[in-house]
């Protein structure tokens, strides 16, 4: 889930230079903008080779290094926004994750949230076991083996890797650390980490254990185990519990622990206090050595488990892992990603395709988090101690992935589907209110989206809380009575330049583009449960969007509280928590998926509106504030960031969705693995949001509304797609004469009939269903043109 450090957002100046557009993307499109050469990517034979294997986990933690792509981050002094993915081992919707750590989080915050690795930075700092952090790098313990002298944290002891030998694959991560001569080797389980160390011939093998700076208290019980317990975790990023358990698969001959010195925690070498044979310890950056003999190629194994007490933490550390097999533990965790992964299968496109196609999709299931499987203990919001009566899952980033991700989980998991609702209406009965996100309430967008695709549910139990949230002014619908007074949430002019980005604002504009889009799910889940007051209130307030529009401009844009147009306003700047949430006043015009024929509308009808869509593309990306990360450009058009991540598909409803099949095309290509390493994502890969963007986009289709049933047409980049859904049905895409160059669909037959819609509703797929797209290298400007063709929408077009 995002921070509101973490995040920004930037736009560029005028709307000039309209037509600019379709010579300048489409003749790049053309001349082959996405066969770019990838040394890490090799041409290996598709045939023989299990989907799991194309995957590199590795994808989403390097930059994009083109300028032209980046725009104007990052500010001086920072790294720039890299996807901040893991590669670390672990399971689909996993808690527990063993992750390579190579940024010092304890003595930096370079990226706005705590990712544990950077694909560029040259040494290793250390590994964790697990912890259930949002981002790795937040994890605890650190575990880094060294051979020799070593520091204590946070200075730690790094060592030099050599990226030509580093492997990660799902459910699998190693490398040489080649200061230490030492290979480090992880998987994972459900529920534990296991670390394998490939140690030299040396007296002096050590593997250091320590909590992060909050510290905590570590003991060393026998020659095999440490544990310990971390202060003060917040619960939300712990849903594995704060006690770890560690046990190594031999004795050690030599064991001592530290902190840091009482006054002196910030600092390591020089203010320290390690002591040999010392069994207990707490405080800051608390944490133990061990030593071991070892002969040239000899292993030791560290298992890791946590749990909300150290008893807790050993029975899962038992029944999950009895033994310390390693490759019996990778093998399992292989076959589970395996059969997620043959599920969707995919055949032509070149190996870098299908490599970005599944490394996306491992990505895609970073999030929500398994907490306890039906039966287990675990601890509830208000923290107590309970037995799961369903799979139970963490809170749904819902501003990110659950603009997308979740519609990919319906697809291929009602089944979780079913749980993750469960498991948030639970949580909302624990708090007394629906979780939200930022600064939409999107938790309805889940809701209302599973109904339309036929997923059982107690709906109405869940609408008691969605409707709490959306009319009790003390939920967390922030702004709530001046929302629902004006129809609008107003701003403050912030002192001084609000650019570089303002962060004390209430995002006046895009709040209330978001609670408007919540209010017309929420109008038809009302609608359905019979409820018709309801939904007529809430489709009256769906359409508060257009009090934040001014004619004037052509753009939302803010209001004072009396009701005046904010000014000045430029739509090329990232006004961040002013105004806009991360965005430009460029990217959030585009945010009303719920009633795009009314921004139609409101711009003066399809050719003012495909004008002005054409110049998002085409402004150039000027401005004078930095947004950090509002990477993976094409104009104004942001990828790296959620609010206008479906603009490409919004052709779809102005006649022309050729243009929404070059650019989809354009997007995949330039902004996903685009640098010198293969790996760069835009912006922030926010728990599997800009993942799951590539994997439906590159099937061909996008839920631009994820609460409507709704499946925009894009351009699919494969040959032939299978979707094996959860219902045991299959839904194929063929594209016939598909290559670089024919990326425009020339006509499609839906179960082999004439289909001329730029969309397919899921009722159309739900029993199965073959679309077949023929392909070509000019688009067909006929072909769901027609406006009678175009998606649904809360307003009709006007003939």
Known sequence: METSDARSRRGASSNRNRPRFLTTALAVLALGSMDVVHAQVVDAPQRGMHAVDAADPRVGTAPLDRQALIGNAPPPGELLYSGLTSPGARLPHSATEAAPVNVNLDLSYPMGVGTPYYYTNPTMIGFTGGGGSTYGGNAEPMVMPVVGDWTVPPAYTPSYYDKAHEKASPGYYSVNLDTFHTRVELTATQRTSLMRFTFPASHRSNVIVNLRRQGGHVEVVGDRTIRGVAADKPRENDTDGP????????????????????????????????????????????????????????????????????????????????????????????????????????????????????????????????????????????????????????????????????????????????????????????????????????????????????????????????????????????????????????????????????????????????YAWDDHALADVARRLGKADDARMFLRRAASYRNVFDPSTGFMRGKTADGQWIAPFDPGEPYYNFMMKEASGWSTLWLVPHDVQGLIDLLGGRAAFNAKLDAFFSTPYQPKGICRDCTGMIGQYVQGNQPDQQAAYLYAWSGQPWKTQALTRRILAELYGSDASGYGFPGMDDQGSTSSWYVLSAMGFYPVDPSSPDYILGSPIFDRVRLHMGNGKVFEIIARNNSARNVYIQSAMLNGKRWTKPWFSHADIANGATLVLTMGPEPNKAWGADPHDAPPSMSVHQQ
């Open 243 to 514: 006690w770890f358990v560690a046990e190594f698969s031999r004795p050690f001959v030599a064991f001592g622990t530290f902190r840091a010195s009482r006054g002196s925690e910030d600092w390591g070498l020089g203010d320290k206090d390690v002591q040999a044979e010392r069994r207990i310890v707490s405080g800051s950056y608390a944490g133990a050595y061990v030593t071991f003999d070892t002969k040239a190629g000899e292993q030791v194994l560290v298992r890791i488990a946590h749990g909300h007490s150290a008893e807790e933490a050993e029975q899962r550390l038992r029944a999950e892992d009895p033994d310390g097999d390693f490759e019996r533990v990778h093998n399992q965790a292989r076959a589970s990603w395996t059969r997620l992964f043959d599920r969707v299968e995919v055949t032509g496109g070149t190996p870098k395709q299908r490599m970005l196609f599944y490394s996306t999709l491992f990505q895609s299931f970073a999030s929500p988090r398994l907490v306890a499987r039906k039966g287990e203990r675990f601890t509830d919001s208000n923290g107590q101690v309970r037995v799961a009566e369903h799979d139970r899952y963490g809170p749904v980033p819902f501003w990110d992935t659950g603009r997308n991700q979740i519609v990919l989980l319906m697809l291929l998991e009602p089944q979780v589907v079913q749980d993750i609702m469960r498991s948030e209406l639970d949580m909302a009965r624990e708090r007394g209110y629906m979780n939200t996100s930022f600064h939409g309430d999107h938790a309805v967008l889940l809701y209302d989206g599973a109904w339309q695709r036929g997923i059982p549910f107690d709906y109405a139990g869940a609408y008691t809380y969605l409707r709490k949230n959306a009319t009790d002014p003390k939920g967390p619908r922030h702004y709530l009575d001046e929302y629902a007074k004006n129809g609008w949430i107003a701003d403050i002019v912030p002192p001084g330049n609000p650019s570089p980005p303002y962060a004390g604002g209430k995002a006046g504009v895009a709040t209330t583009l978001e």
